[in-house]
């Protein structure tokens, strides 16, 4: 590791030596080297090789286009970052100005290189700043624009394809992610706009790739049937006991059916045994309508808007518009609230932050803090860990956890401080961990007279406005655990001489990394500053793991009037730190678990996408497919059925001809029998060739009605992968692996999927009408 750091530091002494020296060239000298840069990529030099040069050339243009120079300390992150490291750079230190280095030298082999930001007012922001200097020197960029005005992407002429083709393009993970999907349904070539990935930095990392990891992007297509299901589930969830008919694991995370419970739904429903796979989605509404009712809370987990659910990120407290939970969790939450229940619909696409961010060759990553999750991003990504020191050394004082026996003394005893720093016009950033807890400190500020800005789930729309200025002189601002990050709190000057921002965390963060995070808002580049955080035995944290001690204690100290506990305060705080770190552990198991769930799917997803592609490319060779495709239908379909004259007149009439009438149907053996279709799909075949005389027309067709059995195909299979992992999921009793079903089961629904493909195909081409003999004016009329 140190070795290694060695050679950063010795690069960034090489990139520093070589920037004296380009800063002497003249602006069009300066620009000629992108040009130039890329004649040697053409020639087969390694980008590595390319890394002092570029980067020297990138610190001379961020001093000439914006002003700002890179400290050596940002050139080493840049540095560490092209050699698949995530660095770990506190809040301040200028992580936006670093990632011009390796954008840059990414961006001279052309598109497919990205950087990802937490949101897109960030990366609209960061391309519109930083962007300048990239194309001062030559290369294209552009920013996602999914929730920008129709009319500003009409009057700035941008169009998805034009965004993907640019060099360097910013985005959010979410819409970045849902266009990768996206591209992946397009019916042709000329629609589809994503290049092959090259390189990905995110921002924020440790917030993209672990807490958001396990968050499934999901393109949802046509609405299935409504079912009663969600409203029985709810009514029988709601006379189930705990410890009786369901149990909930030490810190309230996972709830699972007991034998008693089962038994309880069994007479509930009147059926026989529940676990049977008849029965597989209502027990699926079961789990779904438990989870709801045990597992997710309102203000916490998600808001109600205009009678409508929107989620929350529990981390950032941001508002997670245009998603929802899949597979019948959010039908069962809103049917909980009392909601009108949305249309489930059949999920068209799905893919995790995990499985989307693997599918790149090189990622980078930056963020405050990820030395504590270094391990995983290594087993995970590949990723190793790099710690940059800070430019200048950083003053901030940690105070102290004080710890107090209930959650009433402490925000009382938080409420005194902020008072008192706010008489001295002290800037001061108070923390809630939850949204109701916000808006609750939020009018104890109100009782006193304290104004203050609020930012919370409700208030994202004025984030950064509000960060802008929370380091002012007396400003007080209530905030959800992390909400305006990526932004920085610059002090004014007389902030600075009252103290710099005071930093209030009115509860520990389920991970201490998110503490971390929140205690790095104070002290940016050498600023003063404090942090101090109000704890109880009341709080969130400790209630997930309930303990006869802690509540015996709590009983002991309930009138108890100084409340605030000092001579057994580190024992508590041990205690937090215990807790946090198993939080911390479970988290990663259920991230890993995921993973391994995932890994048949992605499997699956590239081989389905891969093969989609292929079509598309292809022109001649597509008869090929048809002709072999209708083959194998035949083949399976003899193999797999009993044969008789109804079996096989309805089978021709459904996938082959439909107008086909043949009551003297002869069976015979199976060699026989897969001829005779086999003719009679061959005349169909080739009277459909004859109505589609030009050749560009029948290989569009051809390439539409494959691609279409593909993706319906498709879709069943993800919405079957889904329902298999709700139900392997019950058989982790005796001698059952349940990862070990699932991945059995999904190989066997993936075999069958690719015989219906097939199945699908022949249909598809044989018995779909047809009008118009062009590409332009043909309508496909599927059956």
């Known amino acids: 590791m140190h070795i290694k750091n060695h050679l950063y530091w010795c690069k960034t002494a090489e990139i520093i030596k070589l920037t004296d020296k380009y800063k002497k060239l003249s602006d069009d000298k300066l620009r000629a080297k992108t040009a130039e840069f890329r004649r040697r990529l053409r020639q087969g030099v390694s980008l590595n090789s390319l890394l002092v040069e570029a980067y020297a050339v990138v610190c001379v243009a961020d001093s000439r286009v914006i002003g700002l120079t890179p400290y050596p300390v940002q050139i080493f992150g840049a540095v560490a970052m092209q050699y698949h490291n995530v660095i770990e750079m506190k809040t301040g230190e200028g992580k936006t100005l670093t990632a011009t280095m390796p954008m840059y030298l990414h961006g001279l082999t052309g598109k497919g290189n990205f950087l990802i930001t937490a949101n897109l007012y960030l990366a609209k922001r960061d391309a519109l700043n930083v962007g300048r200097v990239y194309r001062w020197l030559g290369l294209k960029i552009g920013y996602n624009f999914s929730q920008e005005s129709k009319e500003e992407r009409d009057n700035a002429g941008k169009t998805k394809k034009g965004l993907y083709a640019n060099d360097i393009v910013y985005t959010d993970g979410g819409t970045f992610g849902f266009d990768y999907l996206t591209n992946n349904l397009v019916s042709s070539v000329n629609k589809q706009y994503m290049p092959p990935f090259r390189f990905a930095l995110i921002d924020e990392v440790d917030s993209v790739l672990l807490d958001l990891a396990t968050t499934p992007l999901v393109i949802s297509g046509r ?171 950083n003053i901030r004082r940690d105070e102290p956890d004080r710890v107090f026996y209930t959650a009433k003394a402490k925000l009382y005893a938080s409420l005194e401080v902020v008072k008192k720093n706010y008489r001295r016009k002290r800037p001061v950033l108070i923390e809630t961990g939850s949204l109701t807890l916000s808006n609750l400190y939020s009018e104890m500020l109100l009782q006193e007279h304290i104004p203050h800005n609020l930012l919370n789930a409700r208030s994202t729309a004025q984030e950064a406005e509000m960060i802008k200025i929370a380091g002012q002189s ?26 710099g921002l005071l930093v209030i965390g009115t509860e520990k963060m389920s991970l201490k990394r998110i503490d971390d995070q929140l205690r790095g808002r104070a002290g940016r580049q050498g600023d003063p500053g404090s942090t101090v955080f109000f704890t109880s035995l009341q709080d969130n944290l400790v209630r ?85 495709s209708i083959k194998k239908a035949i083949i399976t379909f003899v193999s797999d059925n009993r044969m008789s004259a109804a079996t096989v007149n309805e089978y021709i009439c459904d996938n082959i001809t439909p107008d086909y009438v043949n009551k003297k149907t002869r069976l015979s053996s199976a060699a026989a029998n897969i001829r005779f279709l086999n003719k009679i799909a061959m005349q169909a075949f080739k009277e459909k060739k004859r109505q589609i005389v030009n050749e560009d027309a029948w290989q569009y067709y051809q390439r539409l009605t494959i691609v279409k059995a593909i993706d319906d195909a498709w879709v069943d299979q993800v919405d079957n992968l889904e329902t298999l992992r709700i139900v392997t999921a019950q058989r982790a009793t005796g001698q059952s692996n349940p990862l070990f079903e699932y991945q059995k089961e999904a190989l066997a629904s993936f075999d069958r999927m690719k015989a219906d493909i097939s199945r699908q195909i022949m249909r598809n081409v044989l018995c779909s009408e047809v009008t118009g003999n062009n590409v332009k004016g043909m309508q496909i009329y599927f059956v």
């Open 223 to 393: 609405p299935e049937g409504k079912s009663n299901y969600p409203g029985l589930a709810d009514k029988f969830v709601k006379i189930c006991q705990e410890d009786v008919d369901f149990a909930l694991n030490s810190n309230r995370k996972k709830v699972w059916f007991l034998h008693e419970g089962i038994l309880h739904a069994n007479e509930f429903f009147g059926v026989r045994d529940i676990l049977d796979k008849k029965y597989a989605d209502l027990y699926g509404h079961l789990v779904f309508a438990l989870q709801a009712s045990q597992l997710y809370q309102r203000d916490r987990d998600y808001l109600l808007e205009k009678n409508k659910l929107v989620l929350i990120d529990t981390n950032s407290g941001r508002k997670l518009l245009g998603m929802e939970m899949s597979a019948g969790i959010h039908q069962a939450i809103e049917t909980k609230e009392g909601l009108e229940t949305s249309q489930k619909v059949q999920v068209i696409a799905t893919i995790t932050y995990q499985n989307l961010f693997r599918l790149f060759p090189q990622l980078a990553g930056m963020t405050g803090t990820a030395m504590g999750d270094k391990r995983e991003l290594m087993r995970v990504y590949n990723l190793n860990v790099v710690a940059v020191p800070t430019n200048r050394p």
């Open 544 to 628: 997930q793991f309930p303990s006869r001690k802690i509540k015996h204690t709590l009983a002991r100290h309930a009138k108890d009037r100084r409340q605030e506990i000092g001579r057994g305060r580190r024992r508590y705080q041990r205690l937090f730190a215990r807790l946090q770190n198993n939080i911390k552990y479970h988290e990663q198991s259920t991230r890993f678990m995921v993973l391994e769930y995932g890994e048949i799917a992605r499997l699956q997803r590239e081989a389905v996408y891969r093969v989609r592609g292929e079509v598309m490319q292809m022109n001649q060779e597509l008869e090929q497919v048809v002709l072999h």
């Open 474 to 499: 007396g400003m007080v601002t209530v905030s959800t655990s992390l909400a305006g990050r990526g932004a920085d709190i610059i002090l004014s000057d007389r902030a600075r001489r009252a103290g």
